[in-house]
């Protein structure tokens, strides 16, 4: 199977950061996988569509945000929080803080019997 790519961490770009974050939906999944644990795609729970969700997960991996494994049939997600931080200093903090502020993205989570 083909592997996703991942952009490197000096080819991140503030604009494609920006714009993946400017959802809700993937504020969301960025709050869900900032706890550090790798989630499978099935863990998450979110009020759209799989295929929308996949989108959602597809825009966060090609800025960056995040990275994706896949084994056999499964997937799986982390945040890239350090490369972030690296590359954009302070950043995923904040908009991590003013997240919870707000509740942006309240309404994704995992799913049922998943463990925080």
């Known amino acids: 199977m083909k592997q996703a790519w991942h952009p490197d961490t000096h080819e991140m770009t503030l604009v494609s950061v920006m714009a993946a974050l400017s959802d809700p939906i993937r504020v969301g999944l ?3 996988l900032s706890g550090g644990r790798e989630r499978g795609w099935g863990e ?4 759209v569509a ?3 969700l996949s989108h959602h997960l597809r825009v966060l991996r090609d ?3 995040t990275r994706t494994r896949q084994e056999g049939t499964r997937c799986y997600v982390t945040l890239r929080r350090d490369d972030l931080q690296a590359r954009f200093p302070g ?3 904040v908009v991590l803080d003013v997240a919870d502020t707000d509740n942006v993205g309240h309404r994704v989570g995992l799913t049922a019997g998943t463990a925080e």
């Not at 998450?44 to 009020?47: D, K, M, Q, V």
Request: charge should be positive.
């Open 63 to 65: 800025a960056g945000i």
């Open 44 to 47: 998450l729970r979110a009020p």
């Open 30 to 32: 960025v709050r869900v």
């Open 50 to 52: 799989k295929s929308t």
């Open 91 to 93: 950043l995923l903090d």
